[in-house]
């Protein structure tokens, strides 16, 4: 593997950024995408939750379910960059169209109360949805690359175990009794009575109005379900493929690099293409040999310094404030290596391990997102 993202920016056509909440995947994808369009890829950003100020600068200030371009001044370069923020109910809602047996239960799943509030509820659907839309934008579109951020989950992992996650909700014994309940005395006996005898008392609190809207709901959501199940293994099985590749995003936290640590092996055991890490925020490591007097010399050369004509003791307290603080960045550096170090030797000592450093400000901006570019795929 290569030592940056530059190689993999050219090869792959689909990127899906992944790690902990606030480690900076939509801002990775960002900065990815828009590079992968200045080298002519025609690219699109697949994005979760973009900081408005972010989708401001891209020239996208509405930016919604619906792909937009980003300005091609802004690009800069032979490509395109297109953009859209996933709408969960949206996302939801093409699948329900797609696998609805015709448009009449489409309409009827969509009037549902119980639909709306589910689609935006169960576990593990956004993922679901993002990962659902990845692999319709694989089969109908013409991109020549698709980066996709994540959702801001608190593990990393949820987002590959989004499908299993929701199956098991829809499946599970609960609904499953509401389910059954509905077929009353057919042939479900038992379950059939209580059910209808459950039914009647719940009514007296809820309204049975709910209750029917709910049952309906499960009865004809079921025939929905064999197409999300479906839409989950294909997208499974083109999460492997060659042509994609995991991002993992880590913050030099041993939290964060643990969590990386645990996705990177679960990839591996889903023979899932490992792309490469990029550790945000890092300390630089800059060890210094200066001793008080070599640093209390220098400063008092400087111009600047020199014009003020301060007593050598005073620029001598400066030097050892200096390198107290130093010493301390220093400290915060050296554990982000043996952070680093940690991702070292589970992914090997060729694995692409990209460092970006901690910035003055958020990245928010055009500029911003070219500098972070600089660190994951530099030009060479
Ligand atoms: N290297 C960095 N230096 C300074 N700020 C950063 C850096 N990377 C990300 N940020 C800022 O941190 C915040 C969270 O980043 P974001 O990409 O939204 O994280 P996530 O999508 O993982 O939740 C944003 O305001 C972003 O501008
Ligand atoms: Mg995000």
Not at 10 to 20: D, S
Not at 30 to 54: C, F, H, M, N, Q
Not at 142 to 157: C, F, N, Q, S
Request: glycine share 6%.
């Amino acid at each position: 593997m290569s030592a940056d993202l530059s190689d993999i920016l050219a090869a792959k056509r689909i990127l899906v950024c992944v790690g902990p909440g606030g480690v900076g995947k939509t801002t990775t994808a960002a900065a990815l995408s828009l590079e992968a369009a200045r080298r002519g890829r025609k690219t699109l950003v697949l994005t979760i939750d973009p900081a408005k100020r972010l989708a401001n600068s891209l020239g996208l200030d509405e930016l919604g379910h619906d792909i937009q371009q980003v300005p091609a001044e802004l690009i800069n370069g032979e490509g395109e960059l297109h953009a859209m923020m996933l709408d969960q109910k949206k996302a939801f809602d093409e699948i329900v169209s797609r696998y609805a047996s015709d448009p009449e239960a489409v309409k009827r799943i969509m009037a549902n109360p119980v639909y709306s509030q589910i689609s935006g509820s169960l576990a593990g659907s956004l993922e679901y949805a993002a990962m659902a839309k990845v692999d319709e934008l694989d089969r109908e579109s013409d991109y020549d690359l698709i980066v996709v951020d994540t959702p801001p989950t608190a593990h990393a992992l949820d987002f590959l175990d989004a499908p299993q996650k929701l199956t098991n909700a829809i499946d599970s014994p609960a609904i499953e009794w509401f389910r059954n309940m509905r077929q009353g005395g057919r042939g479900r006996g038992v379950i059939g009575r209580t059910g209808a005898y459950v039914l009647k008392r719940l009514s007296k609190f809820t309204g049975s109005k709910f209750l029917d809207d709910l049952s309906i709901f499960f009865t004809e959501f079921n025939d929905i379900l064999g197409g999300f199940k479906q839409r989950a293994e294909e997208t499974f099985d083109l999460l492997r493929q060659d042509k994609v590749g995991f991002v993992l995003v880590a913050s030099p936290e041993a939290m964060a690099v643990r969590e990386s640590l645990f996705f990177f092996q679960r990839l591996s055991k889903a023979s899932m293409p490992f792309a490469g890490f990029v550790v945000n925020r890092v300390h630089a490591n800059r060890p210094s040999a200066l001793s008080t007097d070599q640093l209390a010399a220098a400063i008092k050369d400087l111009p600047k310094v020199a014009e003020l004509e301060y007593q050598p003791t005073s620029v001598r307290i400066a030097a050892e404030d200096m390198l107290a603080s130093h010493a301390e960045l220093q400290i915060l550096a050296e554990a982000d290596e043996q952070q680093i170090k940690r991702l070292r030797d589970a992914a090997g000592a060729d694995a692409t391990v990209v460092r970006v450093p901690f910035f003055r400000e958020d990245i928010h901006s055009i500029a911003g997102l070219g500098r972070l570019s600089e660190y994951l795929a530099p030009r060479r």
